[in-house]
Structure formats: C-alpha cells, structure tokens
C-alpha cells in the first residue's frame, strides 16, 4: 500500500523544524527562530559563529513566507550570506550538516550554485540519507543550479499564476513545483525563483505538521494532489 497524506485535512503537530539557508534573520524575528548559525570564510578557512542580523533581508523575507505557511514550525537559520548575496559550496554544505544535527526535517534553500562541488553534494546525500526534506531554488529555464540539480532535492520555482496559497505542478526539466512569487512586502527585485521556493518550503511544512513521518516522496504525492495548476506556466509574446 502506497503512503498517502490526506490532505483535505491537515491538523497540527508540535516539533516540526525547519532549517533556512540564507542571509539569516531579522531582529524582531528573534522570537521565531529557535537557534542560528553562520558559516563564514575567514583566512581561507572555514569557520562556524554567531548569527548576525540580516544585511541584505532575503533570508528574512524568506522566514516570514514559510512562517505564513506554518506558524507552528521551530525555525533554524544558517547564515551563509553576508553583505553580497554570494557564498560558496563550503559554507552551504556546512550549513546543511549543521542544520542535520539539529534534527531538521525539511531545509529551504533558495539559492543556486552553478558548479557542481563534491562537499555539497555529499552534504545533501548525507540529509537525503537522515531523511530530511530538501527544497531547493531552481530557475524556470537555463542551466541547472546546485544543489536542485542533484537527485533527490526537490526543485522549486516561482509561477506567476500561483496565488498566495495556490501551486503548481510544473514536471519540467527545470522545476518539479512553482509557488507564489512575491514576499508581504510585495517587492520585485527579489521576487522570483527563490520566493517561490520558500512558498513551497512552507506548504511542505503544513503537511509535516500533519503527517511529520511523511517521506519525500509522499510529500511530493500530496503536492501533486493539491496543485492549482499543472504544467508549465504559458507567456505569451
């Protein structure tokens, strides 16, 4: 018999903890977020702090979608952005490690590397292996991006059809899932893939919330179930 979540009714459960890897948090989120952590380069060395509040807010754009989603989530936060919105496959695989040892069960990742590196792909088949949910950022065309390249991950983008609470199922080469592609602030500059990841993070948590034994691949089942759309999103030119 198939796993199955019966997702005309998803209830509320305590402990389900998500992991974000981005810039970090805000101040008044504090209260949010369970415990952080950054991973920072210094003297071409790795090295593991102290959050500090986010400088560019993405990450924290991000924690006030899935939080949206699923306020009952304990949030943990790995820092791996500073001033630039760059980093390195180093400082994300550590930051997935971290976020394992934490007992995460499901890891936003809205960013994409374009170099495939053995350290992270390694970091994602050891929370692959531990059984946490990986949802990571992919663009809805182009190239692929690491780590939604890899197998296992699922790939998420935004889709301009998507309402606030609505999905879609893209099954492209690109993208498995789109979401909603703006933020509460309703800004452009940032809106896109990496927001509609985080949307889809937070309908992922809901479902662990009712279901947290779930596997990915019944979580994906359940998507598909309560997608708004199917197929990729049509422009016309």
């Not at 490690?97 to 374009?114: A, E, F, H």
């Not at 893939?193 to 993070?201: D, E, F, I, Q, V």
């Amino acid at each position: 018999m198939s796993e199955s979540i019966d997702v005309e009714n998803v209830g509320k459960s305590l402990g389900i903890r998500v992991g974000i890897v981005d810039s970090g948090f805000r101040l008044d989120q504090q209260d949010l977020v369970e415990d952080g952590a950054a991973f920072i380069l210094h003297d071409g060395a790795l090295w593991m702090d102290e959050p500090s509040e986010d400088p560019i807010n993405h990450g924290a754009r991000l924690l006030d979608i899935i939080h949206h989603h699923a306020p009952e989530a304990l949030v943990y936060a790995a820092q791996v952005f500073n001033q630039r919105s760059t980093t390195t496959a180093a400082q994300v695989a550590a930051a997935i490690d971290w976020l394992v040892s934490q007992q995460v069960r499901v890891i936003n990742l809205s960013l994409g590397l374009r170099d495939d590196r053995p350290v992270l792909k390694e970091a994602v088949n050891k929370a692959l292996s531990a059984g946490v949910i990986l949802c990571a950022s992919s663009p809805a065309r182009g190239e692929p991006v690491y780590p939604s390249a890899y197998d296992g991950v699922i790939r998420m983008t935004g889709d301009a059809r998507c309402a606030l609470d609505e999905i879609s199922w893209l099954n492209t080469q690109y993208a498995d899932f789109g979401g909603h592609v703006l933020g509460f602030d309703q800004k452009q500059q940032t809106a896109g893939s990496s927001l509609g990841c985080a949307h889809m993070t937070g309908h992922i948590t809901r479902l662990l919330l009712s279901s947290p034994d779930a596997s990915s691949e019944a979580i994906v089942k359940a998507l598909q179930q309560q997608a708004h759309y199917r197929g990729p999103e049509r422009r016309l030119s």
